[in-house]
């Protein structure tokens, strides 16, 4: 167990490493060409920013959740797979709160629209808002339940990870997101997910 618990999580540090080397190379001399190449093509995508923005998606989820909890105080009990959803969206709403609340105003990254119209790529530490750009809350809230699915679920790892990789594409060209903002998200993401997936598998196991 000790063991198996080491393999991980050095497979996660370097990961870590891996994400943070090439969300920094993004940042330093991708991020601000790639925006000012999609600005045109951003405003087309402008629409979806109401269907699929964090609001209506923390809603959705809340409604699950909250129908889950309902379904299991009426009947006693509901399937495995409700038990992954429901760990899945409370996962995701917290992951999300955390980035929106705590790495967003500490990290303090401007937007591409602010860039695009002025502002300084950069980092401004400890100065920033829920609505700054780094890391995407849309990735985190997406990565963090796909993490959990992925974890109790490994066959749905293909089309999950290709699913975030579409994602990941649309906030970049939609122009709400820079390169390094999806790859950061995506990354704390889908950890966050797994790390909640591993722990209800050891809750789960300890059951029986």
Known sequence: MVKSFSVVLRIWLLSFVACAALAALCFAGIDVPVAHRVWRYGHR?????????ATVILTLESAVVLGLVLAR??????????????????ASIC???????VLKPFFGVPTPAEVVHGARHTLNIAMGFAYSSFPSGHMVLAGAFAGVFMRLYSGSIR?????????AALLVVGDWHFVSDVIAGAFLGVSAGMLAGEGWAAHV???Y
């Open 73 to 90: 105080l009426m009947r006693g009990h509901i399937s495995r797979f409700a038990e992954a959803l429901a760990i899945a969206c409370l």
């Open 45 to 53: 995508l402008s629409s979806l920013n109401a269907a699929f923005g």
């Open 205 to 207: 196991s300890s059951r």
């Open 95 to 101: 992951a999300y709160g955390m980035n929106d609340q």
């Open 159 to 167: 089309l999950l990870s290709a699913l975030l990789a579409l994602a």
